[in-house]
């Protein structure tokens, strides 16, 4: 994953990512807390997102707005839009942080490889400056054991 420092100042959106089920419970499930600036892609948040928890960086992915039921979205962007693939919603690489974290609590479903369907509710907590020497998109906190990405690894 590509880090970057950035100029002292700009804004960096602190995105609460948890480990979802299907349904959006969160309730004692595994989150990291991603300092990304304002400017980078939704593509860049689902790098960090996905690194965090330890995962490969290798399938298609998407952010909703309905937590529970992603398919019945009004508000989403998929990397099946970068593609060139069908999609009724935008893409995840042009898509700024900024732009869709527009306010201080709005949520959004961050779906990881449909196969899987890797769940995550993301809440941007708050924003704040740009620290000195620090590398973004950054873990700024880390709870919780993740799960292995493909189930127990066999002896």
Do not use: C
């Amino acid at each position: 994953m590509r880090r970057e420092k950035v100029g002292s100042g700009e804004n960096i959106y602190r995105i609460k990512a948890t480990l979802s089920d299907f349904f959006g419970r969160v309730k004692g499930r595994p989150y990291r807390i991603i300092g990304i600036p304002g400017d980078y892609t939704l593509y860049r948040l689902a790098e960090g997102i996905v690194n965090s928890f330890g995962f490969d960086f290798d399938h298609n992915f998407g952010f909703y707005d309905n937590l529970e039921r992603w398919s019945h979205s009004r508000e989403g962007y998929e990397l099946f839009s970068d593609l060139g693939e069908e999609s009724e919603f935008q893409g995840v690489k042009k898509t700024k942080v900024r732009r869709v974290f527009d306010r201080v609590g709005k949520r959004m479903l961050f779906l990881f490889d449909y196969g899987d369907e890797w769940h995550f509710v993301t809440e941007l907590e708050g924003i704040g400056s740009a620290e000195e020497g620090v590398r973004y998109p950054a873990v700024l906190e880390s709870i919780g054991e993740a799960p292995p990405q493909y189930g127990e690894e066999e002896e």
